[in-house]
Every structure is written in C-alpha cells, then in structure tokens.
C-alpha cells in the first residue's frame, strides 16, 4: 500500500467491495450483539413481541434458579473432564506420531474422521454403543468384569458418558494442532539433547512440552470455549430432547439458554443466560491469557 | 536397529492400532448396524458383518421420515449456495482490507475481529426475531443468510492477499487493469489454496450445521439432515437399524470428501492452530 491518503473516490469504491460482507455481519452478527444486551434486560410477550423493561429481574432470577446452578455446576465439570484429558491423550498420540512411522498420514486421517461428522450422527451411534442392554460398552465392559451400567438412562452416568464421546470426538483437532507444532521444533535440539544422554522422558519434558506450549494453550482455549457451548451432542445422546439427559442431569449453560429460549418462549431470561456465559466464557480466556504468558514459552 | 529399539517400534504401533481402533470402531459399528435385521441388532456376541446385507433398511427409513431425501437436497443446497457467498463476500472485503486505502479501514478490521471473539449463542435469539421480521421463518433464506459472510473466512483470505507482492498491482495498473479486474484474475487464481481451503472448511460446517436449522425451520420438508436425523428418533422410535442407516446417509458424504480432500482440511485446521 503506498503512503497517500485516503480519497472520498477510493473510500467509496472500497465500502461498495465491503457492502455484502458489511450487509449479512451488520444485520448477523453486530446488531444482534447491541440487541441481546439491551434485551436481556427485557421481558419480550410471547405473542404481540412486545418488549417491557425489566431491570436486572432476569439475571435475579437466574441467581435463584437452581436448573442454572445445575446448568453451571455441568458445565465446568463437561470443561474440567474433557479439556485436560482430550489434550494429555492427544499429546501421547502426536509424540508417537511425530516419530517417523510408516502409515502416519493414515493414522491422523482416522484420529481426525469425527471432526468432519455431524455431532448429532455421532451422538445417535453413541447412545447405541451406550445401550444399557445391548450397547457395545457394556458388552466389552463384561469382559473384564464391569456390571453393566445405565449410561444414558441413569442421572448418574449420564455426564460420564457425555465426556467420553466428546473426549473421543476431539482428539483428532488437537492431534493436528500438535503435529503441526511440532513441526516447528528444531530437530537439532533433539539431537543436542540426545547426545547430553537424555532420557526419551526427559526429552520429552524438556524439548517438546516447552516449545510445544504454544499450541496447547491454544488448544486449551479453544477447548475450554467449545466446551462452553457443547449442546447438539447431548440433544442427540439423550433420547426426547425436552430434557437434557434423564431429569435433566446433563443440562450445560447453552442446553438452559435454549430451554429457556424455545420450550418457554422466555426470551429476555434466555438472552440474560447466554449474556452470563459469554462473560464466564470472556473471563476463562483472560484468565488463561494471564496464566499462559507466564507458562507459554514464545520463541 | 537394536533389539531395544524393535521392542519400541512394536509397542509404538501397537498403541497407535489400539486408538485408531477405539477411533474407527464406532463408525464400523454404525454401518454394521445399517445392515442388520430387526433380530440381530441384539444378538451377542455382536455380528460385525451381517449376511446378507440388509440394504432394505435404507429404504425403511422413508416409510418413517418420507422427507429424508428432501433434507438430503436441502443440505445440498444451503451448503453449496451458502459456500458460494461465503466466498464472494470474503474475496471483495478481503480485496478491500489488503488492498484499498479509505478511511475507518482500521477501526473497522478491529471492530470485526472483536466480533470473532463473541460465541454464536449470543446472537441467537436476536437473530431468531430478526428472521421471525423479515418473515423468513422456515425458508432457504434464513438457512443460508446468516452465514453468508464469515469474519474469519475474510480475516485468513485478507492474511494471504497481503503475501501477495504489491508489485504485481502497480504491473497491473500500468496495464491498464481496473481495480476488479485485477481481483479476480490475478489475486483470485493466486489465492486458489486459501480458497479451497475456506470453501471446505464452510461446506463442512453448513452440512453439520445443527442449532440454527433447528431453530429456523419449522415443516419437514425444510429440514436440513442431522436435524432430520435427530427427529428421526422421534418418529421411527428405536429402531438401531434404522437410525444408524439415517446415520450413514448423513455422515458418508463429509467422509468421502474429507478422503478426497484430506490434504486441504488438514493444512486449513493446522494454519488457524498455528495463528493462535
């Protein structure tokens, strides 16, 4: 770009190249913005649409309401047993991977099938695979001694069975993420470390985490957002739809903001909910911007 | 090698099987299903390859949900239509932040990027009411308008526009070429890996779309495929030979494409990973 200024020609060229994009994100994804914090503050009537100010009552009533402390308390436990474990198990695999083996590619393509599947096809053959009298689980579970469980009908396994299909469904992400950090590690320092008589182990801790920290943190970013708005999985795990899991035990932050939004017409308490967890959401990112520039090694 | 060093390849191997074996068993495991009978979906041990192969329970599944094919065109539609415009609004407003100078370029760029940061579910309801007022409840528009235009799809497509030499412009110029002109047959075909990319990563999300659709659609015949499949269980009950051949309708045509194009997805994913 040259260092003239701006033209009132050239400026007006530039936003008719930017009017379609300007048009479908204006009317998407700004106002829409602008509109949810003005309206969870808001009661809109279910059938004239009529909007009435209402205070901070919606956010009053989502303090005192225990379906969105359940909604909450899920929410951090989906985040706490997918996030760490679905990286951990995905870091063995890239380290394996990365070690010049013959059929790679082959491997990675496999890790990374569920990520092009549609989650609600993913879901469905899960409950199958969860089925407490003929699912595949229990089945296998038989054979080591495992009574068979009610994964997807008891309120007690039900996030259980929710975490171990998501933690299976991410791993090829962030084998892909990791594989490509690695990538950008000098092989030199491995050979510089293997000649000092390190350890694999060592080599391991000492090269690969370090250099590698930039692409965990950013999968525990990503992972940590997605978590917050899992949703379709347990629409699709849960047979019925109107409870999320059997009474409600599976119910996350976004399942309430649609409870809320579609079977109670409550449109203002539902913005107010999905407001809540944009900043829980906003806070966490923050949070591991401030950890991670103590931890993440940048090179 | 080393004895020590066989044992290790051995064991490398063997754990790598183990994975891709626990990552492949439940898709093999829904297409088996697919093409059993009623009887021996509960037999155990479990049949893995059922003889004969009941083709039949695909068809079964418009006895059900006769509109299962009409979701299938629908799909078809609002991915390839969508994808289109989700790339002619990236290729003009990318041409715009990389290559015009005009005033308010900047807070402008910001102003989307911020806009990146806020998850979808925000603008939910907003936009549900916004679709209710332009009376686009159950149409292709309310489908496909929404995600038209991608802040990221601009952000990586403007990324790559930006490593193209300025010189190539002022060449350009001197010839004579006007501004669009120039887009679109100098910098399009250049950016044809980026493209590609963008493309496959939108036609893969418009087909797996789920919460939208749900949310816009109201008739059987609007439907797009997995919320057709998760209403499946609604009306075929729980038939497994059923619903896991509605499953393999939905989820073979991203694995024949993701097999296809594997090379393209992979590199889109590893580049947004090595952005952050």
Avoid at chain 2, 118 to 147: K, S
């Amino acid at each position: 770009m040259d260092g003239t200024r701006p033209t009132l020609l050239g400026t007006l060229k530039a936003y008719i190249y930017l009017l379609p994009a300007l048009l479908v994100l204006g009317t998407f994804s700004i106002y829409p913005l602008f509109r949810s914090l003005f309206m969870a503050f808001t009661t809109v009537h279910r059938r004239t649409l009529e909007v009435e100010e209402v205070g901070l009552h919606n956010f009053r009533f989502l303090m005192d309401d225990p379906r969105f402390a359940l909604a909450l308390r899920n929410t951090f436990t989906f985040v706490l047993g997918v996030v760490p474990v679905a990286i951990l198990i995905s870091l063995g695999i890239a380290v394996l991977l990365n070690q010049k083996i013959r059929g790679a590619t082959f491997f990675r393509s496999i890790f990374f099938l569920p990520f092009v599947t549609s989650t609600i096809a993913i879901a469905m053959v899960w409950n199958w695979i969860f089925h407490e009298r003929h699912g595949l689980l229990n089945y296998f579970l038989g054979f080591v001694g495992v009574d068979p469980r009610p994964w997807i009908d008891h309120p007690d396994h039900a996030m259980t069975a929710l975490i171990i299909m998501s933690i299976w469904s991410r791993l090829g992400f962030n084998i892909i993420i990791l594989l490509a950090g690695m990538q950008t590690i000098d092989k030199q320092l491995y050979l510089a470390a293997k000649v000092d008589g390190a350890s694999a182990w060592h080599r391991f801790k000492t090269v690969t985490v370090p250099l590698l920290s930039p692409s965990i943190f950013f999968l525990t970013v990503m992972g940590v957002i997605g978590s917050f708005r899992v949703f379709g999985e347990i629409y699709a795990l849960f047979p019925g739809g109107a409870t999320a899991g059997p009474a409600n035990s599976a119910l996350t932050v976004v399942y309430y903001v649609f409870q809320r939004f579609w079977d109670d017409r409550n449109f203002g308490l539902a913005t107010a909910a999905a407001l809540v967890l944009f900043v829980i959401i906003l806070c966490f990112t923050l949070l591991q911007f401030w950890v991670g520039k103590k931890l993440v090694h940048y090179k | 090698m080393s004895t020590k060093a066989v044992i290790g390849r051995v064991v490398i191997y063997l754990i790598l099987a183990m994975g891709a074996l626990i990552m492949l068993v439940p898709f093999v495991w829904m297409l088996s299903t697919s093409l059993q009978t009623a009887h021996q979906v509960n037999i155990r041990p479990p049949i893995w390859i059922p003889i004969p192969a009941q083709w039949g329970n695909y068809s079964r599944i418009l006895d059900f949900a006769p509109h299962f094919p009409r979701s299938f065109v629908n799909n078809l539609v609002v991915a390839s239509i969508g994808t289109i415009l989700e790339l002619t609004t990236a290729i003009l407003a990318a041409f715009a932040f990389s290559r015009l100078r005009f005033w308010g370029r900047d807070i402008l760029f910001y102003i989307l990027l911020a806009t990146m940061m806020v998850p979808g579910e925000i603008m939910l309801i907003p936009n549900f009411l916004t679709i209710v007022r332009f009376e686009w409840l159950d149409t292709y528009r309310a489908l496909i308008m929404p995600w038209a235009a991608s802040i990221l799809s601009i952000f990586l497509l403007r990324q790559f526009f930006l490593a193209i030499p300025e010189q190539l412009s002022y060449a350009a110029k001197v010839d004579g070429c006007r501004d669009f002109r120039f887009l679109w047959s100098i910098m399009v075909p250049l950016a044809r890996p980026a493209l590609v990319t963008i493309a496959l990563l939108a036609v893969i999300s418009s087909w797996n779309a789920f919460m939208w659709p749900l949310i816009v659609t109201n008739s059987p015949s609007m439907r797009t495929l997995p919320l057709a499949l998760a209403l499946f269980r609604g009306e075929a009950g729980t038939f497994f030979e059923l619903l896991m051949a509605a499953s393999v309708v939905v989820v073979l045509p991203m694995i024949i494409l993701f097999i296809f194009m594997q090379k393209h997805i992979v590199a889109g994913v590893s580049r947004s990973g090595l952005k952050g």
